[in-house]
């Protein structure tokens, strides 16, 4: 395996992991700034916390801090998540034995459980922080449909993330082993 | 610079053969005019050479057209554009059918004083041996042969001589080769004659500058057991040491009286290498190819590499290879700074490997649609010049399988049957991993399996010892990323960047 057939192939997921991490870190970084005013703010009241802490007295701003430091923690281990599987992946395809044509296809079954495992531990990690109210302090003020939305959301953003990486990150002469890889051009 | 080869006899088809696969892997001269001369046309050495040369020069046209199938002026492979005499790339010194040496030389016309002459020089049975498979180990025989026919100017083989020699008179320097054996019949009658005809049609054209002519003289480096009942004239290998000397004592005299070429490579090898094969001639005569001929082959493209200057005097060369009983790549001479012949024999053997087990069974009539999606795919062949169905583009990955093949037998038949022969240990390739070999089958003593198994295609990472060894996953990184060359078209593309993935 040559090295800088490596470092080729790590442009284009470079430039996704930074235009994704970037748009991360930014609302991460928003979100621990325990903001008190602003559309997040209005999001996560309209469509996040739960409608039961006008009855139990709590204000919105004080449930609005924790729910952001909940929400910020799991975008950062989500990214992070998602660079370790997306790039570990990229690297793992240099190293796969292909040797002959036709050889890539079979090694879809290793991309697709890579995927499947990234995006089960991606829900997992969704599902403890969100749902799981004993963990967290403030996914006690997060509704169910709250929760549900937050996970969904993430998912899709850091499984979209993912495939990005991965469909342009994966080494050429295993492409096909990545589902629609094979339609990038031969030279990308 | 105009580069001239002529292999005389059989060992200097063998040393040809070496010669042809190494220009494949682009170790040869950008041109070079090849000619063969053997009486025995039918002999299995000669003929094989021919077919591989022939190959050589179609392949080498249908994979250099510009706009059609290129891998382009840049690439290795068939650097060299060889080309040979229109009519017959064998030059025959006797044409009749079943030629005799009474007659060649008119005996039943000869006053009785040159009768009687002839006579102290060739017995009966020599005189009326026909000469059609050769001369027999006979140079007395080859050589009134050759001097009777080579003063036959008009025949196109020695056309081409003349016009070289014109071009040397124009200013352009004109290398010419001659390569065969020492103890042999026709190479050993050959070698001088022909060289001594050159140089005198040289003087006869009064061109003093810009020829040089150089030669590979090999000293006897195999044997073979003849059966004791056989009573035909033969060659016999008790006699080739007495005839290497003579013919040795013969050259010393000749170099101190006569300045014929400017470098003489003299190959031998110690101990001689045991060949299960005896054939007086014809094309059962099939001699395995062994390692001094390869010596003899990289002698010649030395002698037409750039970097080799003439120094004007007669220049003997010889090289030794290491003195335990292993031959390793390291003892293969280099014919320049610049080129590598190891690494580019290696990278020809791995392109052969490659093409013929895992492209060219992908690449089939019915095949090849199931791969155009991957990505060597798309690079090299997914191109409007390329239509893999048509019959033009499969004819042309046919030969190209058909050479593969070639390959592949030439270098693990040169390190199986060195080994075997010389009882030394040849640590060339470990070509029994991939092939069978069966020393007894003369015709056809390498089979290659239809398929590799995972475990032989593994083998590839240590298929050459002594040598930084790349795996089939390099070869295929290696197709999807290196530089594509602009200039390439048709399958021109994917032949040369296969053959530069094989490094």
Known sequence: MKIKYLIKSLIYPGIIAAVFGFISISFSTLLFSNPVEGGTINFLGNHIITDEIESQGTPLADAAGPVCNVFGYSIVTSLATTLIFGFGWVVISHFLN????????????????????????????????????????????????????LTIGLSVFYVLMYYLIVLLGTARHNRSSVFLAFKLPGNL | MKNFLISIGGTGAKCLEGILHSCIAGLGPEHLWVGMVDQDQANGNVSKSKILLNKYIDLRERLRTTGKDDVSIESDIFKTQITVNKNDALWLPLKDADPKLSEVINYALLKPELKGLVDCLYDTQEREQNLSEGFRARPNIGAAAMLASVNEQDESFWQNIYSALEKARGGEEVRIFLISSIFGGTGASGFPNIARKIKNIQNDMNVTGNVHIGGALLLPYFNYKVPDDFNEIHASPDEFLDQTRGALEYYSKLFQHQKIFDQVYVVGWEPLMKLDNFKIG??????????????????????????????????????????????????????????????????????????????????????????????????????????????????????????????????????????????????????????????????????????????????????????????????????????????????????????????
């Open chain 2, 282 to 503: 014809g094309n059962l005569q099939n001699n395995p190819p062994l390692i001094p001929e390869l010596y003899g082959a990289l002698g010649a493209l030395r002698f037409f590499d750039e970097e080799n200057k003439m120094l004007g005097n007669q220049q003997i060369l010889h090289i030794g290879k290491s003195e335990d009983n292993e031959f390793r790549w390291s003892d293969l001479p280099n014919i320049s700074s610049k080129i590598d012949a190891k690494e580019k024999i290696v990278q020809l053997f791995k392109f052969a490997y490659s093409y013929h087990w895992l492209f060219a069974p992908s690449l089939t009539k019915r095949n090849w649609k199931k791969f155009t999606n991957e990505n060597w795919f798309k690079r090299h062949l997914n191109r409007s010049d390329v239509n893999l169905g048509t019959e033009e583009k499969q004819a042309l990955l046919s030969d190209l399988k058909e050479l593969s093949i070639d390959v592949i037998k030439w270098l693990s038949d040169l390190n199986l049957s060195s080994e075997r022969g010389s009882g030394q240990k040849f640590n060339l390739t470990d070509a029994r991993s991939i092939v069978n070999y069966d020393p007894k089958q003369f015709s056809d003593r390498i089979k290659l399996s239809e398929n590799l198994t995972n475990e032989q295609k593994k083998q590839f990472t240590d298929l050459f010892y002594d040598s930084y060894n790349s795996s089939l996953r390099d070869v295929m990184a290696n197709l999807s990323y290196l530089k594509k060359v602009k200039e390439q078209s048709g399958l021109g593309s994917f032949v040369d960047t296969l053959f530069r993935s094989c490094i």
């Open chain 1, 98 to 149: 292909v040797d002959g044509p036709g050889k890539s296809k079979i090694y879809s079954i290793y991309w697709i459980i890579n995927s499947a495992v990234f995006t089960a531990i991606l829900i997992i990690l969704c599902t403890f922080v969100f749902f799981s109210g004993d963990s967290f302090l403030g996914s006690q003020y997060i509704s169910g449909e709250g929760a549900f939305t």
